[in-house]
């Protein structure tokens, strides 16, 4: 019985031995083919940080990803065109302050009418003026943001780009005997191919 039990344990180490040499060539046997692995392509996240950090977009089309430019470009579009608009308001407030803080009431019918000829008290423009400046502000802000998540993005999708996902990836419980405590119990074994 002792011979036996040599002779399975011998089978099984040796199966398990060539197994693993198998799988560690580079070539795969499926349907008595022989087939070749294609070296993947090699993605730099360096190169997608730089290309991203140069031209908004840049990044995700080395990384191939061209469904997040429209995101990339909405997201920098409106904050561009918020910047702008916010940009020309303050200016108007800014000198319709100015000309009704001035002691010249001549000059009071070049306040621009839409909105300031309304509020003509010179305190409540200077709020609004201050107001709109904080959102031109913020605009730029929101537009670097934008920005560094754009180069972040790029960054991370060309880093997970070599990760492997395939369906040989698996967690497995497994019984087994441990040397080291010489005890039986339980492995967590993810094997990868």
């Known amino acids: 019985m002792s011979c036996l039990f040599k002779y399975v344990i011998f089978s099984v180490s040796l199966f398990l031995l060539s197994n693993n040499l198998l799988a560690q060539k580079e ?32 990044g995700q089309m080395t990384n191939k990803k061209y469904w997040k430019l429209p995101l990339v ?16 308001q303050f200016n108007d ?12 009431p001549s000059n009071d019918n070049q306040i621009p009418q839409p909105y300031y000829s309304v509020i003509s008290q010179p305190d409540r423009i200077k709020t609004f003026r201050n107001e709109v400046r904080q959102n ?3 605009s730029v802000l929101f ?5 560094g998540l ?15 996902v395939n369906d040989n990836l698996s967690l497995h419980i497994k ?15 993810l094997r990868i191919r």
């Open 93 to 104: 407030a800014k000198n319709a302050y100015i000309l009704a803080t001035d002691t010249d």
């Open 27 to 58: 070539t795969i046997i499926t349907s008595s083919l022989l087939v070749e692995k294609v070296p993947a392509k090699i993605y730099k996240p360096r190169t997608a940080i730089i290309r991203s950090a140069i031209i908004p977009g840049w």
């Open 136 to 138: 031109v502000d913020y």
């Open 175 to 189: 019984p087994g005997y441990s040397p080291l405590a010489n005890t039986n119990g339980l492995s967590l074994v």
């Open 143 to 147: 537009f670097i943001f934008f920005w």
């Open 73 to 88: 470009y909405g997201a920098l579009g409106t904050t561009t065109y918020l910047f702008f608009r916010n940009l020309k």
């Open 150 to 164: 754009n180069v972040v993005d790029a960054a991370v999708d060309a880093h997970l780009k070599m990760f492997d």
